[in-house]
Nanobody
Framework: QVHLVESGGGLVQPGGSLRLSCAASGFTFSMAGMSWNRQAPGKERELVATISAGGTTTYADSVKGRFTISRDNAKNTLYLQMNALKPEDTAVYYC?????WGQGTQVTVSS
């Protein structure tokens, strides 16, 4: 059974950093393209960053230069390093593998 479990969310001040993790199981993680997505209150879910099986990354314009997506295939884990956080980054962050979503982790950026 495929599972994605996010962790690492929390409350952080503007300008601060967080690292999100997504533990994957039930599929061949190393062969899967993965992504991070987020949904703010009252808004549609949006794509934040992607990483291919080969390690190629893409980012939404709103997070370029501040967020870094990475993966550790030995640990079956996806990461999102978030720096220089802004209040508009406040959202529930979801990990995605083809056909399955994680449960999400809340990130709140506020002073």
């Amino acid at each position: 059974q495929v599972h994605l479990v996010e962790s690492g969310g929390g409350l952080v001040q503007p300008g601060g950093s967080l690292r999100l993790s997504c533990a994957a199981s039930g599929f061949t993680f190393s062969m899967a393209g993965m992504s991070w997505n987020r949904q703010a209150p009252g808004k549609e879910r949006e794509l934040v960053a992607t990483i291919s099986a080969g390690g190629t990354t893409t980012y939404a314009d709103s997070v370029k230069g501040r967020f870094t997506i990475s993966r550790d295939n030995a640990k079956n884990t996806l990461y999102l390093q978030m720096n220089a956080l802004k209040p508009e980054d406040t959202a529930v962050y979801y990990c995605y593998a083809p056909g399955v979503w994680g449960q999400g982790t809340q990130v709140t950026v506020s002073s």
